[in-house]
């Protein structure tokens, strides 16, 4: 079992810049992989970010040389860099963590992004 808390949503403006917190209640080191999803009103739930346990990285198309994933293993926390943001990156931003390959996602409970144009 692993417990996600989220943090470091709120409202921003067009262009500004925002950095989400994911702690885990257990070691990061092992797992698999940790991400971030995001959910606007209406649509469906799509992957953000994703970073392996060998650091490696996949971003959406919409977020590339925007946004930025990382992994601190000592602090047990995923953080998701927001930069140049903009209002249709408005959405509840989800951390997830896998503990083995093809294991199913543990979730944490979201963190609204507001982008106000």
């Known amino acids: 079992q692993v417990h996600l808390v989220e943090s470091g949503g709120g409202l921003v403006q067009a262009g500004g810049s925002l950095r989400l917190s994911c702690a885990a209640s257990t070691s990061i080191f092992s797992l698999n992989a940790m991400g971030w999803y995001r959910q606007a009103p209406g649509k469906r739930r799509d992957l953000v970010a994703h970073?392996?346990?060998?650091?490696?990285?996949n971003y959406a198309d919409s977020v590339k040389g925007r946004f930025t994933i990382s992994r601190d293993n000592a602090k047990n926390t995923v953080y998701l860099q927001m930069n140049s943001l903009k209002p249709e990156d408005s959405a509840v931003y989800y951390c997830?963590?896998?503990?083995?390959?093809?294991?199913?996602?543990?979730w944490g409970q979201g963190t609204q992004v507001t982008v106000s144009s």
């Open positions: 970073i392996t346990a060998g650091e490696t990285t």
């Open positions: 997830v963590a896998q503990i083995r390959a093809s294991y199913p996602y543990y």
